[in-house]
């Protein structure tokens, strides 16, 4: 599993914060929920089979 890409958490932060409203001052707060919301897309999309279960 890779560590999502600071592009990626870039655009992704971008969506959210455009989804709140487009609050000043809280870049911070969106960057680090676009990197958590990351790392658990990574963590629960895992293929899984009837050999892996």
Known sequence: M??????EIKERAH????????PEGREDEFWHAAEQEL???G???????????
């Open 15 to 22: 969506r959210l914060w455009e989804q709140a409203g487009k």
């Open 39 to 41: 790392r658990n897309e």
């Open 43 to 53: 963590k629960s999309n895992t293929l899984r089979t009837p050999d892996t279960l």
């Open 2 to 7: 890779s560590e999502p890409t600071e592009q």
